[in-house]
C-alpha cells in the first residue's frame, strides 16, 4: 500500500500491525479480510468456533441491533475509556510541543499511551457489569 511508512508503527503497542485501505481511512473488505485471514484465523483454536464454545461452557451473546451504544461492553469498558485517554495523550503531547502538529508519525506513541490505560482486565468487567452482563453464580441472590 503506497501511503503507508514504516514509521506509522513506531511506538505502537505490541504485536500491532498498520494496514491502510486505499484512497479513504475507511475498513473495507479487503482490509477487513487481511484482519480475519491474517490476525483472527491464526489465533482461532482447531475446529468450529461455536462447538469449541459450546464445549467449553462460553456462551456467546447477540446484541440487539440499534441498541448497542447502550449494551455493547466493549464500547462501556473500552472505546469510551480509549477515546478519554487518547484526548488526554493528544493535550498532553501538544502541550508538551505547542510548536508542532500531531501527525501520523506521532500516532502509534500515542495510542500506546492511551491503550495501556484503557486496555485492562478491570475496564473489561466493569464494561460488562455496567451492560448487566455478569458469569451467573448460583449464590448470589438475585435483586
Known amino acids: 500500500m503506497k ?5 506509522f508503527e513506531d511506538g505502537m503497542p505490541s504485536g500491532s500491525r498498520v494496514t491502510m485501505n486505499e484512497p479513504s481511512a475507511c475498513v473495507a473488505t479487503v482490509v477487513f479480510m487481511y484482519w480475519l485471514k491474517n490476525h483472527f484465523v491464526p489465533r482461532k483454536e ?3 468456533v461455536l462447538d469449541f464454545a459450546a464445549e467449553n461452557d ?3 451473546l447477540c ?6 451504544h447502550y449494551l455493547q461492553p466493549l464500547f462501556w469498558s473500552f ?8 484526548q488526554h495523550a493528544v ?3 501538544i502541550h508538551r ?8 508519525l506521532q ?5 500506546t499511551v492511551a491503550w495501556n490505560q484503557a486496555a485492562t482486565a478491570g475496564n473489561g468487567s466493569a464494561g460488562f457489569s455496567a451492560c448487566g452482563i455478569s458469569q451467573h453464580d448460583p449464590q448470589k441472590k438475585s435483586s
Not at 446484541?63 to 448497542?68: D, E, K
Not at 472505546?79 to 487518547?86: D, I, Q, R
Not at 500516532?107 to 495510542?111: A, H, S
Request: glycine share 4%.
Open 97 to 104: 510541543n505547542p510548536s508542532r502538529k500531531i501527525t501520523r
Open 79 to 86: 472505546f469510551k475509556p480509549l477515546t478519554t485517554f487518547w
Open 46 to 48: 482447531p475446529g468450529n
Open 3 to 7: 501511503m503507508k511508512k514504516n514509521e
Open 58 to 60: 462460553i456462551i456467546q
Open 63 to 68: 446484541l440487539p441491533s440499534a441498541t448497542t
Open 107 to 111: 500516532f502509534g506513541r500515542l495510542l
Open 91 to 93: 493535550n498532553n503531547w
